[in-house]
């Protein structure tokens, strides 16, 4: 976890647990039409049993897709986004993944500061370009960033 990160708690989400992600995605102004899907996992984040934030991974394989990174509101600016990161991207690891990928139209330097650098759209494999994340939700004005996984 990073250096002074708020200590969370990551709840798996249960398919009839996604409007409450759905709702947090769309305040944000972010895509939310696959959360349903039963091939995404998702996760609610608390902090001493206080919901704080969402966040999702898709895993292809060596890859995952990290996506639907959430922090609510009223509890930005205090490094839950980047513990729900460090999160995913363990779980990421334990799936066996050795990249993850990302895509965003509004945080590309939080991103950087997170180790994830800017990709050419045509070196993501197929089976993540595949995804509806990165094939429909997200335009092409989309930002790609990737990271090696420990």
């Known amino acids: 976890m990073p250096r002074g990160a708020p200590r969370l708690f990551a709840e798996p989400l249960a398919s009839w647990e996604r409007d409450a992600l759905i709702a ?13 899907q039963p091939n995404k996992l998702f996760w609610r984040f608390n902090e001493d049993d206080v919901p704080v934030g969402f966040g999702g ?7 995952a897709l990290i996506r639907s ?22 779980e990421a690891a334990l799936h066996r993944c050795r990249t993850a990928y990302l895509l965003t139209t509004s945080a590309a330097p939080f991103f950087a500061q997170l180790g994830y650098a800017p990709c050419e759209r045509e070196r ?19 930002t790609v960033l990737v990271k090696n996984l420990p």
């Open 69 to 90: 990174i959430v922090t609510l509101p009223l509890l930005r600016e205090r490094g839950v986004g980047r513990a729900i990161v460090a999160t995913l991207e363990r």
């Open 57 to 63: 991974l898709e895993v292809h394989g060596e890859d």
């Open 24 to 36: 947090a995605l769309s305040r944000a102004g972010l895509p939310s039409q696959d959360v349903t």
């Open 124 to 142: 993501v494999p197929a089976v993540i370009r595949a995804t509806d994340e990165f094939s429909k939700l997200c335009g092409d004005s989309a």
